[in-house]
């Protein structure tokens, strides 16, 4: 839990004011993070998952990544991070609006 412990604290230094990270898991080559803050109503919002990766990285000594995300009914995030060499590939939450209807749609 240290590299999880230094990359919320770094995190939280230098976004603070915009975007708020909690760990909700970490057993071995998995992290579960929820983000929550000003940033989830941005469009720019999945490049904080981006900054977290590579503060974890930093500590852990290869290269983590963002595996998914999903947006939280509250407006929060909830992202999954791996090794990048353990990523397949990415799966993204999105979620249209439209004339009152909401689509909500993972794609990846």
Not at 34 to 50: K, P, W
Request: charged content about 30%.
């Amino acid at each position: 839990m240290e590299c999880a412990e230094t990359a919320v604290d770094t995190f939280r230094r230098v976004f603070g004011a915009e975007a708020l990270v909690d760990v909700l898991e970490e057993v071995g080559d998995r992290l579960v993070a929820r983000f929550y803050g000003n940033m989830c109503y941005t469009c720019g919002a999945v490049d904080y998952f981006d900054d977290f990766a590579g503060f974890y990285s930093d500590c852990a000594g290869e290269e983590w990544g963002v595996e998914e995300y999903r947006q939280n009914p509250d407006g929060s995030y909830t992202v999954v991070f791996r090794p990048r060499r353990l990523i397949k590939g990415k799966k993204r939450h999105v979620k249209i609006i439209l004339e009152g209807s909401e689509f909500d749609l993972v794609v990846g």
